[in-house]
């Protein structure tokens, strides 16, 4: 039972690449664990806090970003483009729902994927699966597809850089909510709800002026909107290396992000994923998918949160708009006869995807809207709440998704399709799901 930052490795893993090379291994996880942190212990804390009052209905969890990070993606238009649009929406959040919005970005170590098969097919050759920039390269050759274990040092240097530049815009006043102007992307004047948009802009604006105007002086507090990184742990050779002790501070803190989440396929209990989550002070999430039994959630609450502490335990259901109403009120109502905190979190992503006619991976508008709609119904009539939503978007003009104001349909998915992953909420979508949101809590 004791835990180390490596117990995971006595207990059975899965989705792991094969390191042909152990010693390379080896010598790129002891450097790794030698590199300054990207982020510290207080910042873990202080979203565990943010956590616990967003379960308790004071705040609202905006989490959000790529299915998956690329090296390439690393650039400061895209990185500023998508933190415009979480900003934008959290505008939208805050104003409709009346509380404090806590963002999280799946960025700055969103680099490994889970995927249903260790092998690809292609014309009669067989190679390893692409498991995402953290392991090897998406191209179909015997060369690109070893896994690379100086792609760990690399990742961590990409996401040192996604962190620095966020911190610099945030610091530098890009997210004061004074000066909204400075999140407009170059295409918003002509999206569908654009007018919206604007009108809640202005309402926050004179609000802004008129409670500063009681107070005699600027709203220092309110100028200032912070941003914590989230990406799924799922190499755990990568979150073993920045597992850390800190002075003055009891624990071990994962300080390569502040929260860390089980995806769907690495939940199993006696499984090396629950292992090493369950030894870390940083809140931690877990996916629950259709599949996954009341008893199976519970026994994992118990495994990674046994001292019940507020804020630490994430629960992020992904149901499909199909099947939520069905499996979600089981699972909610054994949760809360066990007196277990946890901070629900919606993703009407993932179980929603579907293949277009053209072979294209999608996501329907009305699909995603219609889970986090049923997701606030449930929760409202099992007396639980849900206390943010977990999304992938995109601050990019891409059609990925289909539906939404503008209408898109399969056909116009060829225009700007990029993901090489799964389909992304555009900028547009992104904003209109937000006033959806707004509405779902409110009914
Ligand atoms: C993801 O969040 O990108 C993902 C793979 O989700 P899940 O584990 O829920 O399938
Ligand atoms: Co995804």
């Avoid at 170590?109 to 190679?127: C, F, H, I, M």
């Amino acid at each position: 039972m004791t835990w180390t930052p490596d117990s995971w490795q006595t207990k059975p893993v899965v989705q792991q690449p094969t390191y042909p090379d152990r010693a390379a291994l080896d010598a790129a996880v002891g450097t790794l664990k030698g590199l300054p942190p990207l982020v510290t212990s207080w910042e873990v804390n202080r979203l565990k806090s943010e956590f616990a009052a967003a379960s308790r209905g004071e705040r609202f969890v905006l989490q959000g970003g790529d299915c998956a990070e690329s090296f390439a993606d690393c650039r400061s238009d895209l990185i500023t483009n998508r933190l415009k649009v979480l900003l934008q929406m959290s505008l939208v959040l805050t104003h409709g729902l009346k509380k404090r919005v806590t963002r999280v970005g799946r960025f700055a170590g969103q680099y490994a994927k889970p995927r249903s098969t260790d092998t690809e097919t292609k014309n009669g050759v067989t190679l390893p699966s692409y498991r995402g920039d953290l392991v090897n390269a998406p191209e179909f050759t015997a060369e690109a597809r070893i896994p690379d274990p100086q792609r760990l040092l690399e990742a961590h240097s990409r996401s040192a850089m996604t962190i620095n530049f966020v911190r610099g815009l945030i610091d530098g006043g890009f997210a004061d909510l004074h000066h909204p102007e400075y999140w407009d992307l170059d295409w918003v004047q002509h999206a569908p709800l654009a007018a919206q948009y604007q009108a809640t802009v202005d309402a926050i604006g004179d609000s802004l002026r008129f409670m500063e105007t009681l107070a005699g002086q600027s709203l220092a507090d309110l100028q200032r909107v912070d941003f914590y990184t989230s990406h799924e742990a799922l190499l755990l050779w990568a979150e073993q290396a920045q597992t850390r002790q800190v002075p003055r501070q009891p624990g071990w803190f994962n300080l390569s992000t502040h929260f860390p989440w089980i995806g769907l396929r690495t939940a199993a209990l006696d499984g090396a994923h629950v292992e090493y989550c369950r030894g870390i002070a940083n809140p931690v999430g877990v996916k629950v998918g259709p599949t996954m039994g009341a008893d199976w959630v519970l026994a994992l609450c118990e495994a990674i949160n046994p001292q019940r502490e507020e804020g630490k335990m994430v629960l992020i259901h992904r149901m499909g708009v199909g099947k939520i109403a069905a499996h979600l009120p089981a699972v909610i109502e054994a949760v809360n006869k066990s007196g277990h905190p946890v901070l629900w979190l919606a993703d009407p992503m993932h179980g929603n995807t579907q293949t277009a006619g053209n072979g294209l991976k999608t996501r329907a508008f009305d699909d995603v809207a219609g889970e986090l709609q049923q997701s606030f119904r449930i929760h409202r009539e099992c007396g639980s709440r849900l206390g943010g939503v977990h999304l992938e978007l995109t601050g990019e003009d891409v059609t990925e998704c289909t539906g939404g104001a503008r209408k898109l349909t399969e056909t116009d998915l060829e225009r700007a399709y990029k993901s090489s992953v799964d389909p992304r909420l555009n900028y547009e979508q992104a904003l209109e799901l937000a006033l959806k949101i707004v509405d779902s809590a409110a009914h």
